[in-house]
C-alpha cells in the first residue's frame, strides 16, 4: 500500500474517522490493528516476525527492570540485541555472506543462496527496537507495561516502513499524554502530506526515469556529461523521495496527534560532509552518534580513535542500507571524509551562516556526496567504477536532463534558500489562509503539469 495511492488514502480516511469517532481508550487498539493491516498488505507472512520482535524486546524490557545484578542486565541486554540483530543479518545480510563465501571457495555466487524476501522497513523497526532496550539497560527510558502501547510503537503504519526512527521516550510521551491537534497541527500535517505527495510524484519521479535510463544501459550512454546528467538525477531523486516519504509521515503522524522528529534539514544546501549529516536522514544519524559511535568513544580517546570510531560508524550505517560492497563502501567514503574534515578543522567549530566561501563549499560538497551516490544507486561494484570513470573521461557525452529537469531544481533550490534563510515555509503554513491556500495551490499546479503516477516507482527506502 504505497503512500502514493487511492487506496492509501482511503485507507487513511478511514483510520482518521474511526479514531476520532472511538473513545480515547480504544483509539490505541484500532491504530494497532490499522498499522497490522497496513503491514500485511505488503506480506501477511511477515507479521509473525514483527510479532516475534515485539514480543523479544517487549520482554527484555521487563526482565531489565526486574534485575539489578549488571552481569545478569548486560546478558539480556546482549540476548535482545543477538535476536534483534541476528533476524536482520539472516534477512538481510545471509545471501550476501554465503555469496562471498561461495567465491571464496571457488563456486557460482549462488551456490548457497536461499530465496529470501526482506521483511519490509525490517531496518527501521529494528533499529528503533534496539533503542528502546538500550534506553531502558541505561536508565533513561521508563519500561512500558502494556504489551499494546509496545506493539504500537513498534508497528505505528505512518513510519513502520521508512522511518523516521522515532525514540520511545517522544513517542510514549504523545501515546500517555495525548492531546487533540489543534487547529494549527491539522493544516501543518495536512500541508505535508500534500508536499511529501508533490516531492514524491512530482519531483522524485521525474528524476527516476533519467537515473533509471541512464544505469539500466550504461552502454547507450558514454561520456562525462551523461554520466554526471545520470548520477545528478539519481540524487534529487532519492532525495525528494525519501524526504517526501518523510513529510506524509510526520503529516500524518500530526493529524493523529503524534509528533515525528524532523529528519531531512535542506541536505544539499550543506557546507560540508559533516554538515549534510547533520542535515540528511537525521533520525538514523543521530541513532548511530548514540547508539555506536559515542559507545565507541566518541572523540574522547584521541584523534586516531575519533577517525577509527567515524569509519566504524558510517561503514555500519552502510551496511545498514543493503548487503552489497557498493553499500559497504558508500559507508566507507563518508567515513573516510568524515575524518579528513575533522583531520583538517582540528578542535575548531564549523561556522555558521552564510560567508563569501559558503556557495564553493556547498558546491563541492554536494558534488562529493554526488560521487557516493554511485555506490548507492549502481548495481554492483563493476558498475560503480563504469560510472566513476565515465564522469571523469574526456568523452563529452550527452545531455540527458531536459528543460523542465532545470527548472524544477531551481524552483527547489529558490524554496530551500529561502526556507534556509527566512523560514518562508513554515511561515507559510501558519500564514493567513488566503497565503497558506497558495502554498497547495502551487503543489497541486506541480502535480498536474509534472506529477507521474508509475506504481513501478516506488518509495526507494521501502527496500531497507
Excluded at 58 to 65: H, N, P, Q
Excluded at 369 to 374: D, H
Excluded at 413 to 424: G, M, N, Y
Aim: with cysteine; hydrophobic share 50%.
Amino acid at each position: 500500500m504505497l503512500f502514493n495511492t487511492t487506496r492509501f488514502f482511503v485507507f487513511l480516511a478511514v483510520v482518521l474517522a474511526l479514531f476520532y469517532a472511538l473513545p480515547q481508550r480504544f483509539r490505541k487498539y484500532l491504530l494497532l490493528t490499522a498499522s497490522y493491516f497496513f503491514y500485511a498488505s505488503w506480506n501477511p507472512k511477515f507479521i509473525a516476525l514483527l510479532l516475534t520482535l515485539t514480543a523479544i524486546d517487549y520482554t527484555a524490557g521487563l526482565w531489565l527492570e526486574r534485575t539489578a545484578e549488571p552481569v545478569r542486565r548486560r546478558a539480556i541486554l546482549i540476548a535482545s540485541l543477538a535476536a534483534n540483530l541476528g533476524f536482520l543479518g539472516f534477512f538481510k545480510y545471509y545471501n550476501f555472506t554465503a555469496s562471498n563465501i561461495a567465491l571464496a571457495l571457488g563456486k557460482p555466487a549462488h551456490s548457497f543462496w536461499l530465496d529470501i524476501v526482506l521483511p519490509l522497513g525490517i531496518s527501521f523497526h529494528t533499529f528503533q527496537s534496539i533503542s528502546y532496550v538500550v534506553d531502558v539497560y541505561r536508565g533513561q527510558q521508563q519500561v512500558v507495561r502494556n504489551p499494546v502501547d509496545y506493539a504500537l510503537f513498534i508497528c505505528f503504519f505512518p513510519q513502520l516502513v521508512a522511518g523516521p526512527i522515532v525514540r520511545a521516550r517522544d513517542f510514549f510521551r504523545d501515546l500517555y499524554h495525548w492531546r487533540a491537534p489543534t487547529a494549527d497541527e491539522v493544516s501543518r500535517g495536512l500541508f505535508l502530506i500534500a508536499l511529501g505527495l508533490t516531492k514524491k510524484m512530482a519531483f522524485a519521479d521525474q528524476f527516476a526515469a533519467v537515473a533509471n535510463a541512464y544505469f539500466g544501459n550504461l552502454a547507450a550512454n558514454p561520456g562525462r556529461l551523461t554520466a554526471w546528467c545520470g548520477v545528478f538525477a539519481f540524487g534529487m531523486q532519492i532525495y525528494f523521495d525519501f524526504s517526501g516519504y518523510t513529510d506524509m509521515a510526520i503529516g500524518m503522524a500530526k493529524l493523529l496527534g503524534f509528533h515525528f522528529p524532523v529528519n531531512f534539514r535542506r541536505p544539499y544546501l550543506a557546507r560540508s560532509i559533516t554538515d549534510f549529516w547533520h542535515r540528511w536522514h537525521i533520525s538514523l544519524s543521530t541513532w548511530l552518534r548514540d547508539y555506536l559511535y559515542i559507545p565507541l568513544g566518541g572523540n574522547r580517546h584521541g584523534r586516531w580513535m575519533t577517525y577509527r570510531n567515524l569509519m566504524l560508524t558510517m561503514l555500519l550505517g552502510g551496511m545498514w542500507h543493503g548487503a552489497s560492497w557498493n553499500f559497504l563502501i558508500w559507508g566507507g567514503y563518508h567515513g573516510a571524509l568524515l575524518s579528513v574534515e575533522r583531520a583538517i578543522r582540528g578542535g575548531r567549530e564549523e561556522r555558521e551562516g552564510w560567508t563569501l566561501l559558503y556557495p564553493l563549499q556547498a558546491v563541492f560538497t554536494f558534488v562529493l556526496v554526488l560521487i557516493g551516490w554511485v555506490f548507492f544507486r549502481a548495481a554492483d561494484l563493476r558498475q560503480s567504477l563504469q560510472v566513476i570513470g565515465r564522469m571523469f573521461t574526456s568523452e563529452p557525452g550527452k545531455m540527458l536532463l531536459q528543460p523542465w529537469h532545470i527548472g524544477l531544481v531551481l524552483v527547489a533550490l529558490v524554496i530551500a534558500i529561502a526556507e534556509e534563510q527566512w523560514e518562508t515555509v513554515e511561515r507559510l503554513m501558519t500564514a493567513p489562509a488566503w497565503a497558506y491556500a497558495a502554498g497547495p495551490a502551487v503543489m497541486l499546479f506541480c502535480l498536474e503539469v509534472f506529477g507521474v503516477i508509475d506504481a513501478s516507482i516506488p518509495f526507494i527506502y521501502f527496500q531497507f
